[in-house]
């Protein structure tokens, strides 16, 4: 079955650093577009950053745009969001998803597969 597997959230203070990584089972990882989202007490689901499949074109949210950014191993099935000068407001549970299919890749229903998430807190 198609797993996506979340790790290296953690606490972080303000401007710190944090690297995610999303390690995809069950699927041809090449061939999927890959997303990160979030999700905060509270709040919706928002997109974060995604990657087309031949990691050529990303997309960024306005509010991490500049500080994360996204990338893709596909010889080792990962997608990676590294995240800088991090503000508490980034904390939330951090989303990996994949897309088969395309579409409006800034919109969750758009997504085929989702992981658990991981969680990240940035302390002021």
């Known amino acids: 079955q198609v797993q996506l597997a979340e790790s290296g959230g953690g606490l972080v203070q303000a401007g710190g650093s944090l690297r995610l990584s999303c390690a995809a089972s069950?699927?041809?990882?090449?061939?999927?577009?890959m997303g990160w989202f979030r999700q905060a007490p509270g709040k919706e689901r928002e997109f974060v950053a995604a990657i087309i499949w031949g990691g050529g074109r990303t997309s960024y949210a306005d509010s991490v745009k500049g500080r994360f950014t996204i990338s893709r191993d596909n010889a080792k099935n990962t997608v990676f969001l590294q995240m800088n000068s991090l503000k508490p407001e980034d904390t939330a549970v951090y989303i990996c998803?994949?897309?088969?299919?395309?579409?409006?890749?800034?919109?969750?229903?758009?997504?085929?597969?989702w992981g658990q998430g991981t969680q990240v807190t940035v302390s002021s």
């Open positions: 069950g699927l041809t990882f090449s061939m999927y577009t």
């Open positions: 998803a994949g897309d088969r299919f395309g579409g409006n890749l800034s919109v969750a229903r758009v997504y085929d597969y």
